[in-house]
């Protein structure tokens, strides 16, 4: 009897009146991954749905107070001031209701989504210049992925920069492409989707979270880059246990190509090229000096992620990508990157 209740596996639990019974059993690895990508799924789901109507929603709003703009074959025709307001009210939204969703789902407290150790500079200098030497391989890979598919007449396209004439349309196209992502997409994508998934480990949660934040990008210009600087942004989240760190980083990142080519407008196309050139190379040399700086102060800052054996990481990522909220995510952003190629 005692060899039967002290098996290695099966747990017995004492109910009265019933003698000894089977314990409740533990769900396995994979069938909480499913459930977390199920909600991670429909999650990403009501994103994308969020994204074709909260714009026009906000549009009609703004309408009441300037009849002036207008819509016209799926654009909105106004300044590039109000576009820009558009766009911030409409991530804001877009956002922060998957945000709360994904929380409440997977019932994630404030401190897992966001967690805000105040970072210090020793540690935020070295990784800002780490991300932007990131950012000029993911773009080189990009240009020679574009050079490739060109060989066969496909032509990716992706968003240029907004393009600003004074100071005030500077800072609402800087809120626009450099604070909102720097503060929501770092909250849903590093936040919520990468702190979620650590408890299945960390080399899985940190593909896992890059691979979407790269495939919403929708397009092949910015998926290497995309890919290459999130993979890094997680990697810091995860080093340094904060959320501010890659917050700053992607800011910076964001910005400075804004600024260059605000104080750039009117100057020759080679200047402007030289100028695109120093940068890169100003770039690289922050991200050899952060290196070089971290390697000497945090010796273990580069150790690499604990993973499992090949096998359960395989089964792991079947078991994410295999559910069909999720599937259907990944297939329909797979399409959407294809459809952009012609």
Known sequence: MNEYL????????YVQGYGFTDGP????????????????????IAFLALQNFVPLVVVMLMRMGNPAIRIYNNQFI????????????????CYCLPILLLCAFLHLGAHTVFPRRLPRAGEALPAAGLVLASSVIGSMVAMLLSALLALVN??????????????R????????????PAIFE???????ILQSLRRFGEPFALFCS?????????NLVQFPNAFITGMLLGFLALRTGTLLVPMLCHFINNLVPLLLNFFLVGLPEESVSRAYIGLNVVYLVAGVVGALYLLRTRPQFFTPLHRDVPRAERRKLSAFFGSVPLLA??????????LNLF
């Open 169 to 180: 349309s500077l800072m609402l196209a800087a809120a626009s492409s450099a604070l909102m």
């Open 25 to 44: 059993r533990k769900p396995d690895m994979n069938s909480m991954i499913r459930a977390y990508s199920n909600a991670l799924g429909c999650t990403l």
């Open 210 to 218: 890059t691979l979407l934040f790269a495939l919403l990008h929708r």
């Open 6 to 13: 002290d098996g290695p596996d099966r747990e017995f639990v």
């Open 154 to 167: 496909l032509h990716p396209t992706g968003p240029g920069l907004p393009e600003a004439d004074n100071v």
């Open 329 to 338: 995510v990944v297939v329909l952003l797979v399409v959407q990157i294809i």
């Open 186 to 192: 770092e909250l849903l994508f590093r936040g919520a």
């Open 78 to 93: 106004a300044s590039s001031d109000t576009i820009e307001v558009i766009s911030i009210w409409s991530s804001l939204i």
